[in-house]
Nanobody, 120 residues
């Protein structure tokens, strides 16, 4: 499974960005797709996830500003980020969890990270 993330950049506070992450897979069923971030001096933290059934979960501080969506046909997950704040500055990583066909063991894969910088 390979993940290719894109869409990061520099934006002023209050602005918007849209991140994309496309998965390439072979005989692997994706269950959840998500976005994590790691800010300077911080541990990696969950931002948002979306399940195979379309249920979503968000970090409290981004609820109502960020929106995760998924294109099942393209195996792509998006993160629309609105009303960005300087504290949203971080490297954003996409993530998939799932299992290979015929296997029950859940595996996790990570994208390469895309940098988001929000200036005040």
């Amino acid at each position: 499974v390979q993940l290719q993330a894109s869409g990061g950049g520099l934006v002023q506070a209050g602005g918007s960005l849209r991140l994309s992450c496309a998965a390439t897979r072979n005989r692997f069923k994706i269950n959840t797709m998500g976005w994590y971030r790691q800010g300077p001096g911080n541990q990696r933290e969950l931002v948002a996830i979306i399940t195979d059934g379309g249920s979503t979960n968000y970090k409290d501080s981004v609820e109502g500003r960020f929106f995760i969506s998924r294109d099942y046909a393209k195996d792509t997950v998006y993160l629309q980020m609105n009303s960005l704040k300087p504290e949203d500055t971080a490297v954003y990583y996409c993530n998939v969890e799932g299992a290979f066909y015929g296997r029950s063991y859940q595996r996790t894969y990570w994208g390469q990270g895309t940098e988001v910088t929000v200036s005040s």
